[in-house]
């Protein structure tokens, strides 16, 4: 079982930054795959970036350029670093590890609880 806990949420203007944190602990936590998901009041879970084969770092569209995962192995700890944020960046973002293959899939074993980020205009 791995657990997985977030922070770094909070309340930000529009144009400003965030970074969120994953810290992963558990049997078997470096054998995943880390992700991060978002789930916006009324909508779906989405993905907003994950890391592939080769510590490969991919990005959903809506964010690219604006967002950047990033990891410290020592630390078992996934980051999130979210800049130029829009107030459609509005949700509850999660922490996932899981499998992945290439660009655009992951499969979620293990969820954190999530936090929210609010960015106002």
């Known amino acids: 079982q791995v657990q997985l806990e977030e922070s770094g949420g909070g309340s930000v203007q529009a144009g400003g930054s965030l970074r969120l944190s994953c810290v992963a602990s558990?049997?078997?936590?470096?054998?995943?795959?880390m992700a991060w998901f978002r789930q916006a009041l009324g909508k779906e879970r989405e993905r907003v970036a994950h890391f592939s084969e080769n510590d490969r770092a991919n990005y959903a569209e809506f964010v690219q350029g604006r967002f950047t995962i990033s990891r410290d192995s020592a630390r078992a700890t996934t980051y999130l670093q979210m800049n130029s944020l829009k107030p459609e960046d509005t949700a509850v973002y999660y922490c996932?590890?899981?499998?992945?293959?290439?660009?655009?899939?992951?499969?979620?074993?293990?969820w954190g609880q999530g936090t929210q980020v609010t960015v106002s205009s």
């Open positions: 558990g049997h078997g936590s470096p054998n995943y795959y």
């Open positions: 996932a590890a899981g499998g992945a293959s290439g660009t655009a899939y992951f499969r979620p074993f293990f």
